[in-house]
């Protein structure tokens, strides 16, 4: 058939059509927002001494250690909730139902945490003990 001839150039600067272009847009602009929401003020790592402060993936294997609050999970030594609730009351008061495995005992605990600067008092209301307020002092970086 004369008169056509094969096209080798490519329209588009890499080998994926428009369409996948848009897509991986859309994507970016999720995760970029994803990543820029900020955490809670109650988030972080928090320690009743300064002098315990290590870096987060170290949490959980060594004494003295700090504890690692997340919008999932709370970490401590030996120590694992798994955030389950969050519910923000008045006062600047939030609320977390966790279910924890503390050295192979299942619990479910409410800890109740309110935050100045670096500055957080935590207290819990556990079936079968008192509850004690602690205060905790958030770690550097």
């Known amino acids: 058939m004369k008169g056509l001839t094969h096209r080798t150039e490519r329209r588009y600067p890499c080998r994926y059509p428009r369409r996948y272009h848009v897509g991986a847009l859309f994507a970016a602009l999720a995760f970029v927002n994803a990543a ?10 928090w320690t009743y001494d300064l002098d315990w402060c290590m870096p987060a993936e170290k949490i959980g294997t060594t004494i003295p250690a700090p ?16 955030v389950t609730q969050t519910e923000t009351l ?10 924890c495995d503390a050295e192979g005992e299942i619990y479910e605990e409410r800890k109740f945490l309110m935050v100045q600067g670096d500055t957080m008092w935590a207290w819990s209301l556990v079936e079968g003990f008192d509850p004690t307020m602690t205060e905790f002092q958030r770690c550097p970086g």
């Not at 820029?36 to 790592?45: L, P, R, S, T």
């Open 90 to 99: 008045d006062e600047g008061v939030t609320r977390l139902a966790l279910r």
């Open 67 to 82: 504890v690692l609050y997340t919008d999932e999970k709370v970490t401590g030594y030996e120590n694992f909730c798994e």
């Open 36 to 45: 820029g929401a900020e955490a809670a003020d109650w988030q972080g790592v």
